[in-house]
């Protein structure tokens, strides 16, 4: 039996499929390339000295889909299959509704089919909105900002609908804080082309001199320095948290939510501040006015998590840091 990732090349995804398969799991990649390079396959080969099944497809290629659950075993989903970026579904909210609602259903109709009804679905912080208290539970009551945020809010509310229907359905919804971090190898990490929307990429561009500053969105929130502060986490240790809750589903049906995050939260000054203690050298950056669909302060109550899963984030900041750098530092043929 094997454990379908869909966007498994992206970043969190490929690093969960390490962990899969280190952790002893056959593991199928699904994925359509569109914000990752197939190099990363090889890269997951490498690290665990195993070999990943792949397909390039499209969730919303349903034929495609078909063949993949025709040709597999799958006991389990691990749905990674989503844009991301806050700011561009502001802007082009359609794509971000026909993408992630659209790809979501497809899979969901293919694995009612084949009677897979286990499923680890990748949500967000983002659907606590402009929270009332701090840190936030998964009890707290659920607000969006922005299209993106509101793709992964309505795909728990058609999760909890799946699940009300048919008790045979298990369902862990993880809700990502700011996964940033790479591999200890330095071999699979977060990049990007261009101007990169989350901010530890946009850091570790500047400090390798590919841009010339960081911009900030926003200066005058109510925090410690005035920028944003969120709830950074490492994406190893989010990656172990899917192992965990793969535990839970072959256990137990219904749906359960859980945090993934440290509980503690750094404002994007302080992680520039970090990043350039790593790097040895000043990391640039502007102020700018802040950015549409942002909050100010969003951090994680993981109690849950750490209770039921038995998970807890073990690596901190200076690690999320270090390890960034070095995949970037390797990734240009440098020594770390």
Not at 193 to 219: H, Q
């Amino acid at each position: 039996m094997a454990i379908l990732v869909t966007g498994g090349i992206g970043y969190i995804g490929s690093h969960t499929v390490v962990e899969l398969m280190e952790s002893g799991y056959d593991v199928i990649i699904l994925d359509n390339l569109c914000n990752s390079e197939i190099i990363i396959k090889d890269r997951i080969e490498e690290i665990t000295g195993k070999t990943v099944k792949f397909y390039e497809a499209d969730l919303l290629d349903e034929e495609r889909l078909e063949d993949i659950f025709r040709e597999n075993d799958i006991s389990a989903v691990i749905d990674f299959a989503a844009l991301k970026a806050v700011g561009e579904s502001v802007e082009e909210p359609l794509k971000y509704y026909c993408n992630n609602i659209g790809g979501l259903l497809a899979l969901l109709k293919i694995m009612k089919k084949y009677n897979v009804k286990k499923l680890i679905f990748s949500s967000s912080a983002t659907v606590y909105g402009v929270a009332e208290k701090m840190p936030v539970t998964e009890e707290d009551k659920l607000s969006v900002t922005n299209p993106y945020g509101r793709t992964k809010l309505m795909a728990e509310e058609i999760l909890n609908d799946i699940c009300k229907s048919d008790e045979k359905w298990s369902v862990v919804v993880l809700r990502y804080f700011n996964p940033v971090g790479a591999h200890e190898s330095g071999l699979i990490g977060e990049d990007c082309e261009g101007i990169p929307s989350n901010i530890m990429p946009y850091i570790m561009k500047v400090a390798a001199g590919e841009l010339e500053e960081v911009t900030v969105f926003g200066d005058d929130y109510n925090t410690m320095d005035g920028t944003g502060v969120r709830d950074y986490i490492h994406v190893v240790d989010l990656a172990k948290g899917h192992i965990k809750a793969l535990e839970v589903v072959e256990k137990e049906t219904g749906i359960n939510t859980y945090n993934l995050g440290t509980g503690r939260g750094y404002s994007v000054l302080q992680l520039i501040k970090q990043f350039s203690e790593v790097v040895g050298k000043k990391v640039s950056y502007k102020i700018l006015g802040r950015r549409a669909g942002d909050v100010a302060i969003c951090y994680a109550d993981p109690s849950k998590a750490n209770k039921e899963l038995n998970w807890k984030a073990s690596l901190n900041i200076e690690d999320m840091c270090r390890d960034t750098w070095k995949w970037k530092s390797m990734s240009m043929g440098k020594e770390f």
